[in-house]
């Protein structure tokens, strides 16, 4: 069997790298399936609530979403660059408040026709 190289009882073909993440999972283990892993997030509390996330914003004060099938940019401000923070998304609203304490720090109306949004108001 030329190519094929046995490491530590688990067959793989030699182009795969030993040290790259996710080319060999642990026996008796298998990947999720997409179907399962949109179960699990459709049933997670911040999905009834309309959906989530933690992030930290970039060095020039922005940070990057994906929202109707459209990539969004939104600008919160050089002043607040690498703060972690929380972004609540319900329907067409976004709210960015800081992780640490809480404090809403901005508010935007999601356009997926403009790839790059302002703060309201």
Do not use: W
Not at 27 to 34: D, E
């Amino acid at each position: 069997m030329s190519g094929v190289i046995v490491d530590g009882g688990q067959v793989r073909s030699a182009h795969q790298s030993r040290h790259h993440p996710g080319t060999l999972l642990p026996a008796g283990r298998r990947p999720l399936p997409r179907l399962e892993i949109a179960r699990a997030q459709a049933a997670s509390p911040m999905a009834e609530r309309g959906g989530g996330r933690y992030d930290t914003i970039d060095h020039d004060g922005k940070i990057s979403l994906r929202h109707s099938g459209r990539m969004l940019h939104l600008g919160i401000g050089r002043t607040h660059a690498r703060v972690e923070i929380i972004c609540l998304i319900h329907n067409n609203e976004a709210i960015i408040s800081t992780r640490e304490t809480g404090e809403i720090i901005t508010e935007f109306t999601l356009n997926p026709a403009h790839g790059y949004l302002r703060k309201n108001g």
